[in-house]
């Protein structure tokens, strides 16, 4: 597989995302569009650079081994966490989600402090809990199997 084929894949997957933007333009206010547009304008011409830049590229590069079937290992089960962590999020709660998801993702990636794995993830699931409840006025999943209210 070329270098160049990835920038291909990523570039046509943003440029039906960007579509999927633009055709919801019309229902945003006209005194609100001016941003949003200049957003996809700008979006979309990176994008088609991206898309001609690595056309080019891959008609002048050398194939080269690629280690799929690797990384595929490594990625499938961690979005399969990532699915597991939204759907337990809405059972659980986000505290309780949430401590369990960073513990499996800092296990997953073989961190052996475990005391330094617990704390870090209570602290930050805390901090971000109180910095979206209170400053952000977010309301966060509380969970209908069981419920850690502050």
């Given at each position: 597989m070329k270098k160049s084929f990835p920038d291909m894949i990523i570039s046509i997957v943003l440029l039906a995302f960007l579509t999927s933007l633009a055709v919801q333009v019309p229902a945003i206010p006209a005194v609100s569009k001016g941003y949003p547009?200049?957003?996809?304008?700008?979006?979309?011409?990176?994008?088609?650079?991206?898309?001609?830049?690595?056309?080019?590229?891959?008609?002048?590069?050398?194939?080269?081994?690629t280690k799929v079937v690797e990384q595929a290992k490594i990625i499938i089960p961690y979005c399969l966490m990532i699915?597991?962590?939204?759907?337990?999020?809405?059972?659980?709660?986000?505290?309780?989600?949430?401590?369990?998801?960073?513990i499996a993702s800092l296990?997953?990636?073989?961190l052996k402090n475990k005391v330094v794995m617990v704390v870090l993830s209570v602290v930050m699931?805390?901090?971000?809990?109180?910095?979206?409840?209170?400053?952000?006025?977010?309301i966060l999943p509380r969970g209908s199997w069981f419920n850690i209210a502050f």
């Open positions: 547009m200049v957003l996809l304008i700008v979006s979309y011409i990176m994008t088609i650079y991206l898309l001609v830049s690595s056309v080019l590229k891959m008609k002048t590069q050398d194939k080269q081994e699915t597991a962590y939204l759907l337990l999020m809405t059972k659980i709660g986000y505290i309780a989600s949430t401590i369990a998801f960073m296990l997953y990636l073989k699931t805390v901090v971000v809990f109180f910095v979206f409840t209170n400053f952000l006025t977010v």
